[in-house]
């Protein structure tokens, strides 16, 4: 594990852009660090760890792709120790001029009669093949001969193992320069690099590893400054965020009071699905404010929620909350499931309490009508939740900036959180700090999944709002809560088999089995 002092350990993990490597790699070595030293260490540990994924019962051929750089003096540090662990290593390094110890380690290899070959054809019978040839921080596209031999390695049925990030991958943007191998493993190194996790790179990285080489959290904090500015959820960051543990002597009242808004003649399921997900979440009471002719099949449905009927439009909308209803008394309001965009007016009663206040679906259309300055007059904790195409009609100047950059500029600018759903969730906060939900499964591409998490968000900041608990705390947890019971329903029912009613289902069954 990276050394971090005891009150940061599992609670930040650093993601970091090209340069912030380059500068604590830096560090490390003006501190004495030897290169060479962490270049043995991390080609061990990489070693390892291949032969782990890869034993040599079953992979008995490794073919080694090596590049001018450390990243390629990596490789050969790997080349060699599967070598003298009984593996048939094949090298294949196109390049004429390396750096000194790319060309010292070549050597040595080729001392232990270590074939090295200038066709990547050689390397096709190959059990396995370690991608070596970029790492971090690669800025030009690949062309020419190198171009053409990683299509051609692409074809291959063998594994691909990437050291760091997959060559001809971006590090920063997880764009493709040109051409990228396609890894079946991509082992980072040190810390998380940016690239990885966005949905551009989900393609070209196969499953994802750090390899942690135990860098001085002194050194982190000195380049990356306090907060981490860009950080991944992990489970174990994420347990600690979920109100798991009660008091024995606690009551409903003290475990949060949710008002869930929306619902119509035309979405039905929606607002059920975020009261489903509202429940899994453990909130001591929840209400749910729907059109009055939804309200008898909203109660046979959720027999523990307080179901408030609303005056309805021609419709079948919400037309606007009873005036008797106090929005003071619910310690957090979630609205937008279903409810359509003809409730302006109940946007603009939310809008004015100072309850946190969570906006998804059509809340949000409706808030690209008026405006996101909105929300600059709240003085309470308001969230956001779009997909693509509803950040898109938000802030359509935003639409064709990367999903981070965007969700970071959105957040600043609407002085709110803004969760921006996707493969590779981004999380912002007004201050400039992002959160990266990387662990997602495409059984979630359906219609609903977006409901459950706003009714199992809502539960979770009422109850940290109502106990005095961090509220942007509630949304992260919210967001690898949701996407842990997908993975976990996928892995019962398949992707096809993950409807969101089995979602919200599977809510509570992925937490135990996360918990272990």
């Known amino acids: 594990m990276t050394v971090l002092p ?12 090209a340069k912030q ?62 070598s003298f662990k009984g593996y048939q290593v094949r090298v294949y390094q196109p390049f004429e001029r390396s750096k000194d110890l790319t060309t010292a380690h070549a050597q040595f290899a080729r ?14 019978s190959c059990d396995v093949i370690i991608d070596g040839l970029f790492g971090f921080g690669l800025e030009r596209s690949i062309e020419g001969d190198l171009a053409h031999a990683i299509r051609e390695l692409n074809q291959w049925s063998a594994p691909i193992v990437s050291i760091d990030v997959p060559s001809g991958l971006h590090t920063d943007t997880g764009e493709v320069l040109g051409v990228s191998v396609r890894a079946t493993h991509t082992l980072c190194l040190g810390l998380w690099k940016l690239g990885l996790l966005q949905d551009t790179a989900l393609e070209w990285v196969g499953q994802t590893e ?20 860009v950080q991944r959820l992990v489970k174990q960051q994420m347990l600690k965020q979920l109100p798991l543990v009660r008091d024995r002597t606690t009551h409903k009242y003290k475990q949060g009071h949710l008002l869930l808004v929306g619902g119509s003649q035309t979405y039905p399921g929606s607002i059920i699905l975020a ?3 509202a429940r899994a979440s453990g909130v001591g009471m929840l209400s749910i404010a729907v059109p009055m002719s939804l309200k008898s099949l909203i109660v046979a449905r959720l027999l523990d929620a307080v179901v408030i009927g609303c005056d309805e439009t021609e ?20 609205y937008g499931p279903g409810v359509t965009t003809e409730s302006v007016a109940v946007l603009e009663r939310v809008l004015g309490c100072d309850r946190p206040l969570i906006l998804d679906a059509d809340g949000l259309n409706l808030l690209a009508s008026l405006g996101v300055e909105q929300l600059h007059y709240r003085s309470a904790l308001t969230v956001l939740t779009p997909h693509t195409g509803e950040f898109r009609r938000l802030l359509p100047q935003l639409a064709d900036v990367s999903a981070i950059v965007a969700a970071q500029q959105a957040a600043r600018g609407s002085n709110a959180i803004v969760v921006l759903k996707g493969a590779c969730t981004a999380i912002a906060a007004p201050n400039g700090q992002i959160w990266i939900n990387a662990e997602s499964t495409p059984a979630l591409a359906r219609g609903g999944s977006g409901d459950v998490l706003t009714g199992l968000m809502g539960g979770l ?34 992707v096809m088999g993950v409807n969101a009613e089995t979602l919200a289902m599977s809510l509570q069954s992925s937490l135990v089995f996360a918990l272990g």
């Open 6 to 17: 005891q009150s940061v350990i599992s609670i930040q993990v650093p993601v970091v852009s």
């Open 21 to 82: 490597m380059q500068e604590i790699e830096s560090c490390l070595f003006a501190n004495g660090m030897p290169v060479a030293a962490l270049m043995e260490k991390v080609g061990g540990l990489i070693a390892r760890r291949i032969q782990a994924l890869y034993p040599l019962e079953r992979f008995q051929t490794v073919g080694v792709l090596v590049g001018p750089g450390h990243n390629g003096a990596d490789a050969l540090v790997v080349a060699r120790e599967l």
């Open 111 to 124: 001392s232990l009669s270590i074939p090295f070959h200038p066709s990547i054809e050689e390397l096709r």
């Open 210 to 229: 750090l390899i942690d080489f135990d860098i001085p959290w002194p050194i982190i904090e000195s380049v990356l400054g306090i907060p981490i500015p």
């Open 275 to 277: 009261g489903l997900g």
């Open 315 to 334: 419709q079948g909308a919400i037309a606007q909350l009873p005036e008797n209803l106090d929005l003071d008394r619910f310690d957090a309001i979630a």
């Open 461 to 494: 900041v009422a109850q940290a709002q109502r106990q005095g608990r961090s509220l942007e705390g509630a949304v992260q947890g919210a967001v690898w809560w949701h996407s842990a019971a997908g993975c976990w329903a996928a892995q019962q029912y398949t």
